[in-house]
């Protein structure tokens, strides 16, 4: 570890041994630029020629993010050139709802739109007192999606924020309405 940081600090990284180590227990997001010195650095380390491709050899799953993991084989692949593929925890969740509800067209529909769920819904949800989930089954029920998705059905693609927030509020009244049976 010493030597990798030391040339880490070679190649303009402010690297400790212990940064080095946060790298190595996945407590580090590494940028673009910060991974391609890495590379050089650990290269000079080791005294061998290293691709990109090399700092993921992993045989389990990479978290990228969040919301997307990716075999390490695939990224592998990426960073060589090859397409990016469809990695995303969606799959795990269509696989879960296929499996909970075979043939069910709803709830491989749910699936994804559970994964579309964002802040926008969140922000209303709080507004509104409710769950996360709770708000996804209200705005199922009320228009057979989340409710970001039907703001932006009605304002339009090229919406500008003011109208976006127009057509919420119009949204959350909807919602409390039919919370009160007055739909």
Same mark, same amino acid.
């Given at each position: +570890?010493? =030597?990798?940081? *030391?040339?880490?600090?070679?190649?303009?990284?402010?690297?400790?041994?212990?940064?080095?180590?946060?790298?190595?227990?996945?407590?580090?997001?590494? &940028?673009?630029? +910060?991974?391609?010195?890495?590379?050089?650095?650990?290269?000079?380390? $080791?005294? @061998?020629?290293?691709?990109?491709?090399?700092?993921?050899?992993?045989?389990? @799953?990479?978290?990228?993010?969040?919301?997307? &993991?990716?075999?390490?084989?695939?990224? @592998?692949?990426?960073?060589?050139?090859?397409?990016?593929? #469809?990695?995303?925890?969606?799959?795990?969740?269509?696989?879960? *709802?296929?499996?909970?509800?075979?043939?069910?067209?709803?709830?491989?529909? %749910?699936? #994804?739109?559970?994964?579309?769920?964002?802040?926008? %819904?969140?922000?209303?949800?709080?507004?509104?007192?409710? &769950?996360?989930?709770? +708000? #996804?089954?209200?705005?199922?029920?009320?228009?057979?999606?989340?409710? =970001?998705?039907?703001?932006?059905?009605?304002?339009? &693609?090229?919406? =500008?924020?003011?109208?976006?927030? @127009?057509? $919420?509020?119009?949204?959350?009244?909807?919602?409390?309405?039919?919370? %009160?049976?007055?739909?």
């Amino acid at each position: +570890m010493d =030597s990798l940081a *030391a040339e880490a600090r070679k190649v303009g990284l402010k690297w400790s041994t212990a940064r080095v180590g946060d790298l190595e227990r996945g407590k580090l997001s590494p &940028t673009l630029p +910060m991974l391609l010195a890495l590379c050089l650095a650990l290269g000079r380390a $080791t005294g @061998q020629e290293l691709r990109l491709a090399n700092l993921v050899d992993i045989d389990g @799953q990479i978290e990228v993010n969040e919301k997307l &993991t990716a075999p390490g084989g695939e990224l @592998q692949g990426v960073l060589k050139g090859k397409s990016v593929r #469809f990695w995303d925890r969606t799959l795990s969740a269509v696989g879960e *709802a296929a499996e909970a509800l075979p043939g069910s067209v709803h709830a491989l529909r %749910d699936a #994804f739109e559970w994964e579309r769920f964002g802040l926008g %819904d969140e922000r209303a949800a709080r507004k509104l007192g409710l &769950t996360k989930e709770e +708000m #996804f089954r209200r705005s199922a029920a009320l228009w057979g999606h989340n409710l =970001s998705t039907e703001r932006d059905k009605r304002s339009g &693609t090229d919406a =500008s924020a003011q109208k976006r927030g @127009q057509v $919420t509020r119009a949204l959350l009244d909807e919602l409390r309405r039919a919370a %009160d049976g007055d739909s």
